[in-house]
């Protein structure tokens, strides 16, 4: 049973920052890919990070030089640090697995730039 949870979401001020986790479990094959997704009000989920097997990373230009995902390979965890955050990073964050040939969603975590 495949299982990943999230954590770190919150409310914080503009330019603040942010770290969320993404912690996988019941996965027995090799983890392909680990990334975030994010979904705010009436729009449609957007990319946000990906970081491959091997170590290389994708970004969207929206968060580009401002966020910065990592993983722990021993914990099957993926994060995500945001920096430097801005209203318009208000949004649910998903964290998103791809084994198997196929994606595993987290259950989200809101995370709400404000003052």
């Known amino acids: 049973q495949v299982q990943l949870v999230e954590s770190g979401g919150g409310l914080v001020q503009p330019g603040g920052s942010l770290r969320l986790s993404c912690a996988a479990s019941?996965?027995?094959?090799?983890?392909?890919?680990m990334g975030w997704y994010r979904q705010a009000p009436g729009k449609e989920r957007e990319f946000v990070a990906r970081?491959?097997?091997?170590?290389?990373?994708v970004y969207a230009d929206s968060v580009k030089g401002r966020f910065t995902i990592s993983r722990d390979n021993n914990k099957n965890t993926v994060y995500l640090e945001m920096n430097t955050l801005k209203p318009e990073d208000t949004s649910v964050y998903y964290c998103?697995?791809?084994?198997?040939?196929?994606?595993?969603w987290g259950q989200g975590t809101q995370v709400a730039v404000s003052s």
């Open positions: 998103n697995v791809w084994a198997d040939y196929r994606p595993y």
């Open positions: 019941g996965i027995s094959t090799s983890i392909d890919a």
């Open positions: 970081i491959i097997s091997g170590g290389s990373t």
